[in-house]
């Protein structure tokens, strides 16, 4: 086969894994909800299931090295991993509180409050374009949170966006510890959280249909990052980013489906403010790339 079919396929793998990824993701605010136990709890278990599948993962793809090797994380990885949890534990207490599609939308502003950090703490390069997209990305924001107001469903709102600066500075040192394994530290994110949850609350005092489900969410969050890491391999980040974008109507289509949860209208308005900017934003630096001659 030729060098140009190869890619053809390649490409295509990489955009199925990615939206997989993203569609796999999506459940997580379902799978919160439908969670009888608090929010701690929940951590624990996702953060084991899920911690032990991603480190088992990384244990296949490094099994030519030498054990010390593959699971070498370093201080930047202890770093990296302990951001993570932290923005995870929000990001469960966060859909606890609030409706799934106010945490899906403010989580969509997360690649540019990234940009902003990256501008402010490292330098990287903040184009127009991005600022223009995070300035109405951040009137959508207070679009829903304003719904929030008197409702019960501020602090959730809060809490969400507590998250998203998490991820946010996550993403950040992803760049700048460039040597970093990432994957790694996600998987040690996770056991981190069962560390603490385990002396927080009682793991165990959960009901069959709960341990169920909990298993479920660690699989499902495990899945997801292998597959986003596998299909990020194969296509350019801002195709990637594109398809990333997906996982918002997902999350909240199956929240109105599952567990017929209709958010306030804010929400909505607000929802489409950031959606459009994202989406317009992701598809300029999409089609501006395919646009770009290749080299032969």
Not at 161 to 181: D, E, H, Q, S, W
């Amino acid at each position: 086969m030729s060098a140009s079919g190869d890619y053809r396929r390649g490409h295509l793998l990489g955009i199925g894994l990615v939206l997989a990824s993203a569609i796999v993701f999506s459940f997580a605010g379902v799978l919160t909800k439908a969670i009888e136990a608090d929010a701690w709890t929940i951590a624990c278990w996702r953060g084991l299931v899920g911690g032990l599948f991603i480190l088992a993962y990384v244990g296949y793809l490094g099994r030519r090295k030498r054990h010390a090797e593959r699971f070498d994380l370093g201080w930047r990885g202890w770093l990296l991993a302990t951001v993570g949890s932290l923005a995870s534990l929000a990001f469960i207490f966060a859909f606890k509180l609030t409706y799934v599609a106010n945490v899906a939308v403010i989580y969509a502003t997360a690649p540019f409050l990234a940009a902003a950090l990256g501008w402010l703490l490292i330098r990287e390069r903040f184009r127009l374009r991005t600022a223009v997209t995070a300035t109405l990305s951040l009137i959508g924001i207070v679009v829903v949170v304003a719904g929030g107001v008197g409702s019960g469903n501020l602090a959730g709102d809060m809490v969400a966006l507590v998250m998203t600066f998490g991820n946010a500075l996550y993403m950040v040192l992803i760049r700048t510890f460039k040597n970093c394994p990432a994957v790694l530290a996600g998987g040690v994110s996770g056991l981190q959280l069962f560390a603490v949850g385990f002396f927080v609350v009682d793991p165990l005092a959960v009901t069959q249909r709960d341990m169920m489900l909990l298993v479920v969410f660690g699989l499902t969050f495990a899945l997801a990052v292998v597959l986003w890491t596998e299909g990020t391999k194969l296509i350019p980040a801002a195709e990637s980013g594109l398809l990333g974008t997906s996982e918002t109507p997902f999350a909240i289509l199956l929240a109105w489906l599952i567990l017929a949860e209709l958010p306030p209208a804010t929400s909505f308005l607000g929802g489409g403010i950031v959606l459009a900017a994202v989406l317009a934003h992701a598809t300029y630096d999409a089609t501006r790339r395919e646009a770009r001659p290749r080299r032969a």
